[in-house]
């Protein structure tokens, strides 16, 4: 009996161990982490079941916009990999707005927000589409009477803010949303239980285009949580693309810093649920996700990646699809007689 249990003892010993060598995964876990399966907690804004409620009303609110057509939701859909699948997005008087819309998922994540990384943090973030004039083109005053003017959201704000001697903000709105956002997160990713150590949860293919995805340098960008999200390239960092890919026009984080070397240099974009965020790049011109890895391969590396090495990065870059965060539907205050009138 001894014997048997002296074996089984073993015999796990010798499982245990197979399954933890496993060197890709080693280098793996030294560049990426899983999404977690919790929301982050975000300095200054505590995430309480009011606020994130508050969050979702207003993430779902047309009337935050001008026209009341446009919200949150219209250019993130969170029933559609929380963006817009068009190339640039559509605003206000169905005007196209220069960029393509990024997923709202995860974006809690990033080290800062937009292509160019223009806005500190997700609060910051919100403030910017309400007032764009090609998006949904309201003011803060507007908004604030809008919000005063059904008791319901006094009240979800009063709830929310509490102790505060004027809960119904414009900055308290995008607290709200941001506590809101910091809920979109995608944990449970077939490359994330891989990392956590169920070894089948990859295929071949998949596990060999994580190995090119790191030996041939695109983790020197697309690291971390969100595989990106972090940092700020020259895209063209080696050959830059033609006009049709990197528009002349937008310069990336050159009009935030007004230095020359940030000419058309822009963060690298996470690629989590990336499969989901077609078309591609902040000009949204390239459709293919095979087609935005070559790409990256000529200007960011200066390699050609043959058929094969793109066809198995792309099929790992699949499995960083995660568990989509199941959003019910918001059911929103009527307007009342002081709810100032939607304009064109
Ligand atoms: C960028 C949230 C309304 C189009 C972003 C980002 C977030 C966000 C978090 C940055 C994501 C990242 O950098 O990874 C919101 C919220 C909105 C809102 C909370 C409502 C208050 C809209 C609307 C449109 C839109 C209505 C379309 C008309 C875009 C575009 C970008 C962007 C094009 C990229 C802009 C750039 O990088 O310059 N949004 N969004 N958003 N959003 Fe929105
Ligand atoms: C964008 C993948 C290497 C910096 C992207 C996108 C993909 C991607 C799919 C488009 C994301 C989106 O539109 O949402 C890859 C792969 C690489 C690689 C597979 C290796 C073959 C690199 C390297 C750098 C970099 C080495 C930095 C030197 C960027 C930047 C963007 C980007 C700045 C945003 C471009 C834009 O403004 O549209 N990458 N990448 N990437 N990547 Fe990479």
Not at 145 to 165: C, I, Q, W
Not at 180 to 203: C, H, V, W
Not at 254 to 262: E, K, L, M
Request: proline share 7%.
């Amino acid at each position: 009996k001894k014997t048997t249990l002296l074996c089984a003892a073993i015999g796990l010993a010798v499982t245990t161990s197979t399954a933890i060598a496993d060197p890709l995964r080693d280098r793996a876990a030294a560049l990426f982490s899983p999404i977690p399966t919790e929301a982050p907690e975000i300095k200054g804004n505590k995430l309480t079941d009011e606020k994130v409620e508050l969050g979702k009303m207003l993430f779902f609110e047309p009337r935050l916009s001008s026209s009341h057509l446009i919200s949150c939701n219209t250019c993130h859909n969170v029933g559609m990999g929380g963006h817009d699948y068009l190339p640039v997005s559509i605003g206000h008087g169905w005007q196209k707005g220069p960029r393509n819309s990024p997923t709202v998922f995860n974006a809690v994540f990033n080290a800062a927000q937009f292509w160019d990384g223009r806005a500190a943090d997700l609060a910051e973030q919100a403030k910017g589409p309400v007032q764009a004039g090609v998006e949904m083109s309201s003011t803060p005053e507007r908004v604030v009477a809008t919000l005063k003017s059904m008791p319901d959201y006094v009240e979800r704000f009063t709830a929310s803010f509490p102790g505060e001697t004027d809960p119904v903000s414009f900055d308290n709105m995008a607290l709200a949303i941001e506590a809101f956002e910091a809920t979109l997160i995608t944990p449970n990713s077939r490359f994330d239980q891989y990392l956590l150590g169920k070894a089948d949860a990859m295929s071949n293919e998949e596990k060999e285009g994580l190995a090119l995805f790191m030996d041939k340098g695109c983790a020197a960008c697309h690291s971390g949580v969100n595989f990106g999200g972090q940092n700020y390239f020259p895209f063209g960092l080696v050959v830059r693309p033609g006009a049709d890919i990197l528009p002349v026009g937008d310069k990336g984080r050159f009009a935030v810093t007004n230095t020359a070397s940030d000419e058309y240099v822009f963060r690298a974009a996470p690629l989590r649920n990336i499969e989901l965020t077609a078309p591609y790049f902040h000009s949204g011109a390239v459709w293919d996700l095979e087609e935005a890895v070559a790409v990256m391969g000529t200007a960011q590396l200066g390699t050609e990646l043959n058929e094969e090495q793109v066809k198995k990065i792309t099929a790992f870059l699949r499995t960083l699809t995660g568990d989509i965060p199941e959003v019910v539907y918001p059911i929103l205050p009527v307007s009342t007689p002081d709810t100032p009138r939607p304009v064109d």
